[in-house]
């Protein structure tokens, strides 16, 4: 069942930014920061780590994922370490995927150019 439930969830997900795309003129970058504010926005009513526990890893795929991570690690951390917890912990769950993308560009862009 938690196969169904996760692939529903992140269909979910990809329907609605399609039919955000096909609807108005946001780009997909405008696109992908709404997903991060809106997962960010749920985690801080504790809504996101129900979604996580009715879809499992569906919900920790999609974009929506990474905004619940930026704030959950923040908010964790700022009841340790104050205010200056609130930018260590953004970075503390985040930081793999954060330097991944940054070593992947980085190789891919040693072996393709980019078009006019």
């Known amino acids: 069942m938690i196969y ?31 997903f991060v504010v809106i997962g960010a926005f749920l985690d801080i009513f504790d809504i996101y780590d129900k979604i996580i526990k009715w879809a499992g890893a569906g919900a920790m795929v999609p974009i929506t994922s990474f905004g619940h991570s930026l704030i959950h690690g923040a908010l964790d951390k700022a009841s340790d370490f104050g205010i200056y917890g609130l930018f260590l912990g953004m970075f503390d ?18 072996f393709f150019k980019p078009h006019d």
């Open 4 to 34: 169904l439930n996760a692939f529903i969830f992140c269909g979910f997900i990809c329907l609605i930014g399609q039919i955000i795309l096909d609807n108005t003129k946001l780009t997909p970058g405008h696109v992908t920061t709404l």
């Open 93 to 110: 769950l985040t930081s793999t995927g954060i330097v991944a993308a940054i070593v992947f560009a980085f190789l891919l862009s040693l």
